[in-house]
């Protein structure tokens, strides 16, 4: 069972208001966040939102937008996050189940349905939506760091004799700046042997 606080949003589509409140009420039991909608337009408008819910359980004939026709909008969303869709649906014939899954749905449910049933395909969507959410943040990562790594790479414009570097501004900068300002490298001084034989012969490290 599911226990202790779960914060994540499911969004619960269905115009008929039994079925609705009814998943509405064992869904909050399970302590998500339910955002209840009676008609495909209103829950496509939801799912469209910059906090949009990550899962959704849509039923299949809505008035406006079908489940099947937010499955498919949703497919064709730019980006890798799209909310995972269970879709709910009287039809349980095994062509009528396929016609949904190749509309974009990620699951099915069919009316009526068991609590035990709905709680174990809610799981597995939230299983999913943690998997992606996780993958999305390391490609987040992943594409910063070649961002660093792209911007030290090239050719850079250097003085050949004080070592400044020229920057895309047209600035001269000292090395140590340019290096600290285009990557998460950072500098302690010291002096090699050869500079410490040069700018204090005879001592092993310079005084203070």
Same mark, same amino acid.
């Given at each position: 069972?599911?226990?202790?606080?779960?914060?994540?949003?499911?969004?619960?589509?269905?115009?008929?208001?039994?079925?609705?409140?009814?998943?509405?009420?064992?869904?909050?039991?399970?302590?998500?966040?339910?955002i /209840?909608?009676?008609?495909?337009?209103?829950a496509?408008?939801?799912?469209?939102?910059?906090? /949009?819910?990550?899962?959704?359980?849509?039923?299949?004939m809505?008035p406006?937008?079908?489940? #099947?026709?937010?499955?498919?909008?949703?497919?064709?969303?730019?980006?890798?996050?799209?909310?995972?869709?269970?879709?709910? #649906?009287?039809?349980?014939?095994?062509?009528?189940?396929?016609?949904?899954?190749?509309?974009? /749905? !990620?699951?099915?449910?069919?009316?009526?349905?068991?609590?035990?049933e709905?709680?174990?395909?809610?799981?597995?969507?939230?299983?999913?939506?943690?998997?992606?959410?996780?993958?999305?943040?390391?490609?987040?990562?992943?594409?910063?760091?070649?961002?660093?790594?792209?911007?030290?790479?090239?050719?850079?414009?250097?003085?050949?004799?004080?070592?400044?570097?020229?920057?895309?501004?047209? !600035?001269?900068?000292?090395?140590?700046?340019?290096?600290? /300002?285009?990557?998460?490298?950072?500098? !302690?001084?010291?002096?090699?042997?050869?500079?410490?034989?040069?700018?204090?012969?005879?001592?092993?490290?310079?005084?203070?």
């Amino acid at each position: 069972p599911i226990q202790g606080e779960c914060h994540m949003k499911i969004l619960a589509a269905d115009d008929d208001s039994t079925s609705r409140l009814l998943l509405e009420a064992i869904l909050s039991k399970w302590r998500y966040e339910v955002i /209840a909608c009676q008609d495909g337009n209103e829950a496509w408008e939801t799912l469209q939102k910059p906090d /949009a819910p990550s899962l959704a359980i849509l039923d299949w004939m809505m008035p406006g937008l079908s489940g #099947t026709d937010i499955c498919q909008l949703s497919s064709q969303r730019p980006g890798i996050r799209h909310p995972y869709i269970i879709l709910l #649906t009287a039809l349980g014939r095994t062509e009528d189940i396929v016609i949904g899954l190749e509309a974009g /749905a !990620s699951d099915y449910l069919t009316k009526p349905f068991h609590s035990e049933e709905l709680r174990a395909r809610v799981e597995v969507g939230k299983r999913v939506v943690e998997l992606q959410n996780d993958l999305a943040n390391r490609i987040v990562q992943l594409e910063d760091a070649l961002d660093h790594i792209k911007r030290l790479q090239g050719i850079l414009p250097i003085c050949m004799h004080c070592h400044k570097i020229r920057d895309d501004q047209e !600035s001269w900068r000292r090395l140590e700046e340019y290096i600290q /300002a285009h990557s998460e490298a950072q500098f !302690s001084h010291s002096l090699c042997p050869e500079c410490l034989e040069k700018f204090y012969p005879g001592d092993d490290e310079p005084s203070n």
